[in-house]
C-alpha cells in the first residue's frame, strides 16, 4: 500500500514556474514507476510525466515537453514537477500517480495503483 500526498500548488501568472512535489509512504517507494496527470474542468484526465522506478527513463506529453521536468528522490521518497514557461492551459489539478510493475511509459489512468488527492495549479493571462 502507497500513500501520495501532493503539495505545492497555486496561482500564478502565464510565464512563471512552480515545483510540485508528491511525498509516498511505504518502503517500496524506489520499486514504482510514478507519474504526472492532470485534469481540467470538464475534461478527461490527461497524462503528463512519467518516471521509472530508478529515475533514469521518462516521458512527456507532446504539449509540456521542453517545460516540464519530472524527478524523484528515492532516499526521499518523493517525486517531483518543475515546471517553467507555464501558460493558462496548464491549468488544472495535477496527480500524482504510482504504478507497481516494470516499464514506466503507461500514459493511461487506468495502468496507475496509487494516487494522490491532487494539488490545483492555476494560471492566469
Known amino acids: 500500500q502507497v500513500q501520495l500526498v501532493e503539495s505545492g500548488g497555486g496561482l500564478l501568472q502565464a510565464g512563471g514556474s512552480l515545483r510540485l512535489s508528491c511525498a509516498a509512504s511505504?518502503?517500496?517507494?524506489?520499486?514504482?514507476?510514478m507519474a504526472w496527470f492532470r485534469q481540467a474542468p470538464g475534461k478527461e484526465r490527461e497524462f503528463v510525466a512519467s518516471i521509472s522506478a530508478s529515475g533514469a527513463i521518462k516521458f512527456y506529453v507532446d504539449s509540456v515537453q521542453g517545460r516540464f521536468t519530472i524527478a524523484r528522490d528515492n532516499a526521499k521518497n518523493t517525486v517531483y514537477l518543475q515546471m517553467n514557461s507555464l501558460k493558462p492551459e496548464d491549468t488544472a489539478v495535477y496527480y500524482c500517480a504510482a504504478r507497481q510493475g516494470p516499464g514506466s511509459n503507461y500514459r493511461t489512468p487506468l495502468a496507475y495503483d496509487y494516487w494522490g488527492q491532487g494539488t490545483q495549479i492555476t494560471v492566469s493571462s
Open positions: 511505504g518502503r517500496t517507494f524506489s520499486s514504482y514507476a
